[in-house]
């Protein structure tokens, strides 16, 4: 509770900048999404919660790979453990403040955004703006979890951001390879990514904050921008499964970082979860989309891929070199990505 005191103090002007800047943004294009205008005056039609949801994103993002940089410098690291405080401790009080900070930003928007309604004319059933920031911290809270995993299975800052990255696309490739490779006609890639279950919380809370207002045809009439938000069964489940799914992330995010020892700090990111296990994922994917989608038309411009995973691969090794291991990886999943093209072009076409 003490250090969560002390992270609190210290990182307290950044929490007032950041509270600060996204209330002037509010105030600056809050009303141009938010409000349609006719003759008959100006109602709000568009709930806030898309605002805080958008911020929500950018917050979950950001903290977690800000709150775990200390683990990527030796001075901070030699530091930090040597705080009167085990590892599990450690990781988790950083993962708890993470929350706290991005929480308490959400909820000073939160009530300006409450202010805005209460003071502005407006068809909301307000009563559901409550319970859409309940569940948006919930979800705010698992996306922390998965973020602050990937980024602390690097051992630099900028392997970190890489995981994180590399992470938000990880699904969406593997479920658009399968809608591809067999012409499938859905959209489950808009509900894979890490970021899905707060966006389809967003669609849902609108939907019941707007809801009522639809049976008015004289302000569908009139506020023929408006929005009209629609409901399906993938606004429920997408939450539910994006909060289960961060559970197996929190374990092996306690389990992996008790384990990790300082000396790594600033070295080759050997990790499963990092460069080791994507760059042969993605040169897959990248390979296999890259023929399927030119019909070898543009064969010559692979090239550019190459080097484009050449230059990841002296960011993974800090070196111009590729080991021996690394290399054959890479020429296996170009040969399997190249195959199931053909395979695809030629066979299932």
């Not at 002037?24 to 003759?39: A, C, K, Q, V």
């Not at 030699?78 to 929480?103: A, C, R």
């Not at 064969?299 to 054959?328: A, E, H, Q, R, T």
Request: hydrophobic share 50%; net charge positive; aromatic share 22%.
């Amino acid at each position: 509770m003490k250090y969560i005191k002390y992270l609190l103090k210290r990182n307290l002007i950044y929490i007032i900048i950041v509270s600060s800047y996204t209330i002037w943004l509010y105030l600056l294009i809050g009303n141009n999404f938010i409000y349609n205008t006719s003759h008959i005056g100006d109602i709000a039609v568009s709930p806030p919660n898309t605002f805080l949801t958008i911020i929500s994103l950018f917050l979950c993002t950001f903290t977690s790979c800000k709150n775990f940089s200390f683990k990527m410098k030796k001075i901070n690291v030699d530091q930090i453990y040597s705080l009167p405080i085990n590892k599990k401790k450690l990781f988790l009080t950083h993962l708890i403040y993470s929350f706290i900070e991005v929480s308490i930003i959400l909820f000073i928007n939160f009530i300006v955004c409450l202010i805005d309604i209460f003071t502005s004319p407006n068809l909301f059933a307000v009563g559901w703006f409550f319970l859409y920031f309940i569940v948006l911290l919930i979800l705010s809270f698992s996306l922390i979890i998965i973020f602050s995993f990937f980024y602390t299975r690097g051992n630099t800052i900028c392997d970190g951001m890489m995981n994180v990255i590399f992470s938000i696309f990880f699904l969406v490739c593997i479920f658009g390879f399968i809608n591809n490779l067999f012409d499938l006609r859905n959209n489950i890639i808009l509900y894979v990514f890490p970021y899905s279950g707060i966006i389809m919380n967003d669609e849902l809370f609108s939907y019941l904050m707007c809801k009522d207002s639809y049976t008015d045809q004289l302000i569908i009439e009139q506020y023929y921008k408006h929005v009209l938000y629609s409901f399906d069964i993938y606004n429920i489940i997408t939450p539910i499964l994006h909060f289960i799914g961060s559970i197996p992330f929190l374990y092996l995010f306690i389990k992996l970082n008790i384990k990790e020892k300082p000396e790594n700090t600033m070295q080759v990111s050997r990790s499963l979860f990092s460069y080791r296990f994507f760059l042969p994922f993605y040169s897959f994917f990248i390979t296999y989309f890259f023929f399927t989608v030119t019909e070898f038309e543009l064969v010559y411009l692979f090239i550019f891929v190459l080097v484009g995973i050449y230059c990841f691969y002296m960011i993974y090794n800090k070196s111009p070199k590729i080991k021996k291991n690394d290399l054959i990886i890479l020429i296996i999943s170009i040969l399997v990505g190249f195959i199931v093209s053909l395979i695809k072009i030629f066979i299932i076409n």
